[in-house]
């Protein structure tokens, strides 16, 4: 199909090629039905594909799409008959979204008499009585707000309606819903379903993920839930509907602002609800039965479903957590010196099939919740992960560990600026209050006072994680105080 030549409104960019290339791919690869179909984008926008029943003759014809959405990006649109027996070109496309209202109605009357409807007491009855108005100003402005109507009733002008207005038509320039209007051009006639596609804002989709442990131990299990909502102006009855995670690069129109949403295939007896594969270098995921999505509704669907995956906790105490080496030589003493004393609690796993996971997931919120010896679940903190691919580990923060306690502190500081070097030392206090329970505290501490430097003594072995962090593994018994020591030498 050749381009055609659009008449749209002037609020919106030019689309990305990558965008317009994948509106294409939905539409080429579809088979002719009258299914419409959805491919929702965590970028608040999806696209659609639907069908148009055309009967053409050769030539130019006029014709009238009734159901696009409210949200149209009129300039993505791709027409083309499925079977490539006609050839199709757009010579011209019109996009009306004003739908027809009482006040644009008045506004197609200005200059008219018709006649309004109210109400009048009569013998103790109400009793309906219709009055003739002329419509001197309608007080309808297209995209703004409406100004006062000015009405002609017995010659005397009032600001405001008389009654219930009564329109004789619903005259020759109005739409119900929002539609476009094609010039058509078609090499031969016939009689035939096309199918078109298109860009629509008003969709997102997003994944959230419930975690449930049992009383004691590290093993939970994992119920991954996609959210969409629909507010894009138009129900799709019985769609086949995909997602695609992944940020896809799209030019956003200057009115609008985008958002986010998710999916991924389940590990149940029965067929999965959601299935998942690789899509260019994004994930697509499918939703297996058709289903209505209403405008203005929220519906979820189960994409994931995993048991007795290890997700063990881990605690960090970072006392120095707000302070980082910003590129320059600090001499400050007291830079770093003020630590915090809570130790966050982490949730930990590996996203592989040894793990009864290796699906890719999307990005969304995930919810951890622990079972009470009464069998009762209970809420134990949250946190957000982004587009995790598969054998990568996803690390959540639930919140701060009440029974443990970290104290840091300098205990001293040298600097000498002839010779060009710096010694620092701290002293670490890990106290671990649990009645009954050992555990593992990772003591992450960030060197930021200069780029080159040396431990030069130390209480316990620690590891290199980063050109300027440093991480310690220090077991700590139930009601056992541990301390960490170490010296650092900076030098420039």
């Not at 088979?31 to 055309?54: C, E, G, H, K, M």
């Not at 006062?148 to 600001?159: A, D, R, S, T, Y």
């Not at 539609?179 to 058509?184: A, F, P, Q, S, V």
């Not at 430097?453 to 050109?467: A, G, L, M, N, V």
Request: aromatic share 10%; glycine share 6%.
């Amino acid at each position: 199909m050749r381009d055609g030549q659009f008449n749209h409104q002037p609020d919106y960019t030019i689309k990305n090629s990558t965008i317009l290339f994948l509106v294409a791919v939905a539409v080429s690869c579809a088979s002719a039905t009258t299914q419409p179909a959805l491919t929702i984008y965590n970028q608040n926008f999806a696209v659609v594909r639907d069908s148009v029943p055309l009967d053409l003759k050769a030539g130019v014809n006029d014709v009238r799409y009734p159901d696009a959405t409210a949200q149209v990006e009129p300039d993505s649109v791709i027409l083309r008959d499925p079977t490539g027996r006609h050839s199709l070109q757009i010579l011209e496309q019109n996009y009306r979204n004003d739908p027809v209202t009482q006040e644009l109605l008045l506004s197609l009357f200005e200059g008219k008499t018709i006649d309004f409807e109210r109400m009048r007491l009569k013998d103790n009855t109400q009793t309906p009585e219709l009055i003739p108005g002329k419509i001197i100003r309608s007080g309808y402005v297209p995209g703004e707000n409406s100004e006062q109507p000015i009405i002609e009733v017995n010659g005397k002008m009032q600001f405001s309606l008389p009654g219930q207005p009564l329109f004789p038509d619903l005259g020759d320039d109005t739409v119900l819903k929002p539609t476009l209007n094609w010039l058509l051009q078609s090499n031969k006639p016939g009689k035939f379903d096309a199918e078109v596609g298109y860009i629509t804002g008003g969709f997102t989709w997003e994944a959230d993920y419930n975690l449930v442990s049992p009383e004691k131990g590290d093993m939970v299990d994992l119920v991954g839930w996609i959210t969409m909502n629909n507010n894009c102006g138009k129900t799709f009855e019985n769609a086949k509907i995909k997602l695609m995670a992944g940020n896809v690069n799209k030019i956003q129109p200057v009115s609008r602002v985008m958002e986010m949403a998710t999916l991924s295939g389940g590990a149940m007896p029965q067929a999965p609800a959601v299935t998942e594969k690789t899509f260019d270098e994004f994930h697509l995921y499918s939703i297996a039965r058709p289903t209505t999505l209403h405008d203005h509704e929220t519906k979820q669907v189960e994409f994931v479903h995993a048991e007795n995956v290890v997700a063990p906790t881990i605690y960090v105490y970072d006392g120095a957590s707000d302070y980082r080496f910003y590129g320059g030589l600090n001499y400050d003493q007291g830079y770093g010196t003020e630590g915090n004393k809570k130790i966050t609690v982490v949730r930990e796993f590996v996203n592989a099939e040894t793990n009864h996971l290796g699906i890719a997931l999307p990005a969304g919120k995930m919810r951890f919740y622990r079972r009470d010896a009464d069998g009762q679940l209970e809420f134990v903190g949250e946190d957000q992960i982004d587009h995790t691919p598969r054998n990568e580990t996803i690390r959540v923060t639930t919140g701060n560990a009440f029974d443990l306690v970290g104290e840091r502190k300098q205990t001293s500081f040298h600097v000498d600026t002839g010779d060009k070097w710096m010694d620092e030392s701290f002293e670490i206090k890990l106290r671990n209050r649990k009645k009954d329970q050992p555990v593992e505290i990772r003591v992450v501490e960030h060197l930021y006072r200069w780029n080159n430097w040396e431990i030069t003594q130390k209480s316990d072995d620690f590891k290199k994680t980063d050109s300027q962090t440093i991480e310690f593994c220090v077991p700590v018994k139930p009601d056992e105080e541990k301390v960490v020591t170490y010296t650092v030498h900076y030098s420039w």
